[in-house]
C-alpha cells in the first residue's frame, strides 16, 4: 500500500490537529473515533457541519468512493447519452446528507458484502 502516516506525541500538536477536524468529520466510524480523541483532551465536541454543494467535501468523498460513468445508447433512430454519477459507501448515514444537497436516490447493491449507492 501507498500509504502515509503521521505520527507525533507532542500534546500542543495533537490538540491542534483535534481542534481542527472538530466540526467536519462525518463519516460515523471516523466521528467515534474523533469523539473519544476530545473527549481525552477534555475538548468540547462539535456537531458536523454539514456540507453544501460547493464543498470539498463532496468532491473528496466522489474521489475516493465516487464513479463516474456515461452510458451511449441507440433509441428511435437516435444516439442518447445517461450521466451516472455515484458515490457507494457501506454505511448509509455517511453519505445520506447527499440527498440534500444534490438530490438523486440512494439503493442497496447487494453485491461486494453490501454498500449503498
Known sequence: ????????QRQDVIYK???CLNGFVIN???LVQLHKACLALN????DPI????????ISGLLDSDG??????????DKFRFQLTISISN????????L?????GNIYFDKSFNGHYL
Open 1 to 8: 500500500m501507498k500509504a502515509v502516516r503521521y505520527r507525533t
Open 17 to 19: 490537529i483535534i481542534q
Open 28 to 30: 460515523n466510524i471516523r
Open 43 to 46: 475538548i468540547p465536541i462539535k
Open 50 to 57: 454539514v456540507p453544501d454543494i460547493n464543498s470539498a467535501y
Open 67 to 76: 464513479c463516474i460513468n456515461i452510458y451511449k445508447s441507440y433509441y428511435q
Open 90 to 97: 457501506k454505511s448509509r448515514s455517511n453519505i445520506e446528507f
Open 99 to 103: 440527498l440534500n444537497v444534490i438530490g
